[in-house]
Each structure stands twice: as structure tokens, then as C-alpha cells.
């Protein structure tokens, strides 16, 4: 079975900096898909960023990027000049074959005006 | 954009009752999910149907049932309440396949 494994229960960074938020996995398929996704206190989750693992490029969504290393098997979220609207629980997803997403227990990221 | 609602944001149950949370999605969607939502945790899945009629089990089935009578609305079901269901539950939905999954506000159930 696939896991994902989020090892910073809670990160904190200065408004303007830049943070970086750690995902690893692990799969035996070559074919699957990750997930960023945002869940801001008592509101609703939004996908941040998406990455296909055929694609060598690493994905980016203006602030945000991912450092996606496939044979580490590693999926890191980068926020640049991090903003007080940023402040939410993270989550990293993989989705493989076909059935639901497995998630990681997420980040508590705080932004610090 | 994908509008995907939840029948309600709080409820409060007592054990044994039966509960019923509603999904309903407005994108013609083929798949649609429910996940449990514990801190600490993440989100699991609990049971998930790619078609009307059709389910599957998920991670955590146990205790839940689920009907999708009609494409656009997925329904999880808790035979006979229990204090341990008290989470907040999340629905979502997908195009097909491996297509991004768009979540509801989620359903912050209480069983007392």
C-alpha cells in the first residue's frame, strides 16, 4: 500500500520569506500522480499544486513550487515571499491506480507578520 | 469552476441514531469520495463509486455505507452512530480517472 509521510507536524515563517514543507512517499508504481493541497482554519480544501510523475519539469503556480524527485521518491512544496493569507494545513496526496487519494497528516504552516 | 456542497456543516447526533450526509456536485463528475478527516491523521478515505449505483470500499469502510442514486449526488450513511465517528467528513468529486479531486466544505459531525 502507498504512504505518505509529512514529517514537519508544524512550521512557522516570517511574511515575505520563503518556506519549504516536506512530503515523501512511498510506491511501487512508475505511473501516479501528487498533490498540494490547502486547508485554510474552518474553510474549505483547495488544491495548490499537481505534478505527474512522467513529467521530469517540476510544476509551479506563481508562488508556489515543488522540488519533485522521483527516485527519492520526495514531493516538497516551496512557498516564496510567504503572505499571511498562506497560514493553512497542508497536505501532500498521491493518487496511483484507481481509488481515492492517500494522504500524508499534514503541516501546520504559520505565518509570523 | 467546480462547486462541490455538503448538506450541512455541523451536526450533532446521538449514539445509535442513523446519519445521513449528503453530497451533491455540479460539474457532471463521474467519481465521487468520502474521506474522515482526524487531526493527526489526514484524511482517509471511507468509500468512494465511479458510476450510479456502483461503490467501493475504501481504507476505512467500517461502520459506513453509502448510495449514489443519481450521478450528481453521493450519500454516506452511518447505520447506528458511535462517539468514535465523531470527525469531520469531507466529500469530493473527479472527473475521471486521475484527474484532480475537488472537495466540499466538509461535515463536522458530533455523537454524543
Request: hydrophobic share 30%; aromatic share 12%; glycine share 6%.
Amino acid at each position: 500500500a502507498q504512504t505518505v509521510t509529512q514529517s514537519q507536524p508544524e512550521m512557522s515563517v516570517q511574511e515575505a520569506e520563503t518556506v519549504t514543507l516536506s512530503c515523501t512517499y512511498d510506491t511501487s508504481e512508475s505511473d501516479y500522480y501528487l498533490f498540494w493541497y490547502k486547508q485554510p482554519p474552518s474553510r474549505q480544501m483547495i488544491l495548490v499544486i499537481r505534478q505527474e510523475a512522467y513529467k521530469q519539469q517540476n510544476a509551479t503556480e506563481n508562488r508556489f513550487s515543488v522540488n519533485f524527485q522521483k527516485a527519492a521518491k520526495s514531493f516538497s512544496l516551496k512557498i516564496s515571499d510567504s503572505q499571511l493569507g498562506d497560514a493553512a494545513m497542508y497536505f501532500c496526496a498521491y493518487l496511483g491506480g484507481a481509488d481515492g487519494l492517500t494522504f500524508g497528516k499534514g503541516t501546520h504552516l504559520i505565518i509570523q507578520p | 469552476d467546480v462547486k462541490v456542497t455538503q448538506s450541512s456543516r455541523y451536526l450533532v447526533k446521538r449514539t445509535g441514531e442513523k446519519v445521513f450526509l449528503e453530497c451533491v456536485q455540479d460539474m457532471d463528475h463521474e467519481n465521487m469520495f468520502w474521506y474522515r478527516q482526524d487531526p493527526g491523521l489526514g484524511l482517509r478515505l471511507i468509500y468512494f463509486s465511479y458510476d450510479v449505483k456502483m461503490k467501493e470500499k475504501g481504507d476505512i469502510p467500517e461502520g459506513y455505507s453509502v448510495s449514489r442514486e443519481k450521478k450528481e449526488r453521493f450519500s454516506l450513511i452511518l447505520e447506528s452512530a458511535s462517539t468514535n465517528q465523531t470527525s469531520m467528513y469531507l466529500c469530493a468529486s473527479q472527473r475521471e480517472g486521475r484527474e484532480t479531486q475537488y472537495f466540499g466544505p466538509g461535515t463536522r459531525l458530533l455523537v454524543l
